[in-house]
């Protein structure tokens, strides 16, 4: 039995690869395109036996026919994706291409192969679709958490893609009785971040005693999920999810950005001290466009039909997180070269140094 990731290469994807090996399940096949976010070097030294990478777009129709010709996967995993916000301002086209037309031609193929099926493996079959909470807009603070029933209002490029993908996804299930699955997650943070998201950012501008940049006032809050609860929810939801619904997986760890960025500095003086408090680093910069207030997730149903729960409070994921880090230099060094530094310079540059990189979501 096979199971196809595609984005399997970028942060979730690396992470679910690793640890769904590491427990010891089927083979899995990757399929990443490897732009800026996607590392083939995070996939090293897995045995072929067990796991496959394949570069290519799940936009090509034909490779992702041949993928499933060749393979048979009784599953695919869609974590392919654009997904930084401030990216989606700069450049919205790129987000409309890999989220809304990359997965309709993902769902046109992998429809094609389903109604090629046996009946027992059509039974098994699934499709999961990985979104998150962006799609459902903005809260205020005494509102209550998202639910799988909170109306769609996204506010970005980005969100408003993936909404886009979300509502394709739901329509392959109910015009063509594909099996798919959809979830709905909060931030994520740990290993293998790329470094324009808030926390990579903040703990390596940390280190290299640049700037920690914090969007406005800083009191813009997100729920944390660690990225490791989140891809053992993902398997939850793979094995035991209903056909056509919807889970919504938060880490119940609502923080603002400023505090996220104060407990960096933390951690920083204790890990990696400089003689200075790294709080003294921190910036307030001009907030982006359109700039959501609060994302907060309710994550009963999961918890209630799955079984899903948080295993890691945010504190200790982060400490880990922070740690990781300081213990991949290596891994940092090949991530800030090439379009990493293109992107800093390009959308940063006007806060006076390429190196004042402003926090992302």
């Keep these: 039995m096979t199971v196809l990731v595609t984005g399997g290469a970028g942060f979730i994807g690396t992470n679910l690869v690793l640890t769904w090996l590491s427990d010891g399940f089927e083979k899995l096949v990757t399929l990443d395109k490897l732009t800026y976010a ?12 067990h796991h496959e990478l394949v570069v290519g777009d799940i936009g090509d129709r034909e490779l992702v026919a041949c993928l499933f010709s060749q393979y048979r996967p009784r599953a695919i995993v869609n974590l392919a994706a654009e997904s930084h916000v401030d990216r989606s301002i700069d450049g919205p086209g790129d987000f409309i291409e890999t989220n809304v037309v990359g997965t309709f031609n993902l769902l046109e193929q992998t429809r094609r192969y389903f109604d090629s099926l046996g009946p027992q493996e059509a039974e098994n079959f699934r499709f999961l679709h990985v979104s998150t909470d962006e799609v459902y807009g903005s809260l205020g603070p005494l509102e209550p958490a998202f639910t799988e029933t909170t109306p769609y ?17 739901r329509a392959y299930g109910h015009t063509y009785g594909l099996p798919t699955l959809t979830t709905n997650c909060s931030n994520n943070y740990g290993p293998y971040q790329f470094p324009e998201k808030l926390i990579p950012l903040m703990v390596l501008n ?47 760890a609502e923080k603002s950005n400023l505090e996220v960025v104060s407990l960096v500095c933390t951690l920083l003086d204790e890990l990696a001290p400089t003689g200075r408090p790294h709080a003294n680093l921190i910036e307030h910069v001009r907030d982006r466009p359109g700039h959501d207030r609060r994302y907060a997730v309710n994550p009963g149903k999961a918890r209630r039909t799955i079984g899903f729960a948080p295993s890691i409070i945010f504190e200790e994921g982060l400490k880990a997180t922070v740690q990781w880090y300081l213990e991949n230099r290596a891994w940092v060094a090949s991530v800030q070269s090439g379009e990493y530094r293109n992107w800093i310079e390009r959308q940063y540059g006007t806060l006076g140094s390429a190196d004042k990189g402003r926090a992302s979501r």
């Excluded at 996607?38 to 036996?49: Q, T, V, W, Y």
């Excluded at 969007?215 to 939850?236: C, E, N, S």
């Design 38 to 49: 996607g590392n083939r070097r995070n996939l090293d030294g897995l045995s072929s036996e």
């Design 153 to 169: 209002c996204p506010n970005s490029p980005y969100s408003a893609s993936k909404a886009a993908s979300d509502h394709l996804v």
């Design 206 to 252: 940390g280190l290299a005693e640049k700037p920690l940049p914090v969007y406005g006032d800083g009191q813009q809050v997100r729920d944390w999920l660690f990225v490791t609860d989140h891809v053992r929810a993902l398997k939850q939801v793979l094995e035991n999810g209903e056909v056509g619904q919807t889970y919504n997986l938060g880490g119940e």
